[in-house]
């Protein structure tokens, strides 16, 4: 379902392992991922003190730019569930200063209470 879902359009869940490594020097002391979801190339990864935002860029992906936005600095968020006949369902984040929300779509065999859940542990 992860190839369906990245055609689509939808994030799906990567096992937190598989991206250990490659974000072990970016992390304090501490610091451990909680959650990452992966778009095609781009992911987002939830660690109990911030939000990651991962950007691959350029034809090979060689260039990454990660975006750290802590928790403290969300204002609001809002999830969109999946309807009946929606393959997807909708996560957005608001961050403090920026007037657009941050948009991460998730197929109906993600579970984003998974997520809605972690950024109320850590906001609320």
């Keep these: 379902m992860g190839l369906f879902n990245a055609i689509m359009g939808n994030?799906?869940?990567v096992n937190?392992?598989?991206i250990q490594n490659e974000f072990q020097p970016m992390l304090i002391p501490g610091e451990t991922i909680?959650?990452?979801y992966k778009l095609i190339r781009d992911m987002f990864v939830f660690t109990n003190k911030r939000l990651i935002l991962v950007d691959k860029q350029g034809?090979?992906?060689?260039k990454v730019d990660y975006?750290?936005?802590?928790y403290h600095s969300i204002t609001k968020f809002s999830k969109e569930?999946?309807?009946l006949l929606d393959l997807d369902a909708e996560l957005k984040i608001w961050v403090r200063g920026e007037a657009l929300p941050i948009k991460k779509q998730f197929g109906k065999d993600n579970n984003i209470n998974e997520?809605?859940?972690i950024l109320s542990q850590h906001i609320l």
């Excluded at 034809?59 to 060689?62: M, R």
């Excluded at 975006?67 to 802590?70: L, N, R, V």
Aim: net charge negative; no cysteine.
């Design 11 to 13: 994030a799906s869940e």
């Design 16 to 18: 937190i392992e598989k």
């Design 115 to 117: 997520v809605y859940v």
């Design 34 to 36: 909680e959650k990452a």
């Design 81 to 83: 569930s999946a309807g």
């Design 59 to 62: 034809l090979t992906g060689s």
């Design 67 to 70: 975006q750290s936005i802590p």
